[in-house]
Nanobody, 120 residues
Framework: QVQVVESGGGLVQPGGSLRLSCAAS????????MGWYRQAPGKQRELVAR???????NYADSVKGRFTISRDNGKNTVYLQMNSLKPEDTAVYYC??????????????WGQGTQVTVSS
């Protein structure tokens, strides 16, 4: 059984910073990519940032230059450093583990989400 658990959300003022963490646990052999998605009320879930096991990254245009994704392959953990936060960054942030290989299968997994609120 694979679990994906996020942490680090909260309330921050505009211009502030937050760091999100996400750890995948279980009998994992490998994970192709890990990423962060977000969903604001009334909107569809969207990709924020994604990083592959080789370190290739891609970002949503709206966060380029402000957010940085990083990964510790040995710990199956991914981080999202968010700087210069704006009210429009307010959303539930979800961690995704893409193509997780275990003994029995290859599958994708999602965390439960962590709320990020940017407000004065």
């Amino acid at each position: 059984q694979v679990q994906v658990v996020e942490s680090g959300g909260g309330l921050v003022q505009p211009g502030g910073s937050l760091r999100l963490s996400c750890a995948a646990s279980g009998s994992i052999f490998s994970i192709y990519a890990m990423g962060w998605y977000r969903q604001a009320p009334g909107k569809q879930r969207e990709l924020v940032a994604r990083i592959t096991s080789s370190g290739s990254t891609n970002y949503a245009d709206s966060v380029k230059g402000r957010f940085t994704i990083s990964r510790d392959n040995g710990k199956n953990t991914v981080y999202l450093q968010m700087n210069s936060l704006k009210p429009e960054d307010t959303a539930v942030y979800y961690c995704n583990a893409d193509r997780v290989r275990t003994l029995s299968k290859l599958d994708d997994y999602w965390g439960q989400g962590t709320q990020v609120t940017v407000s004065s």
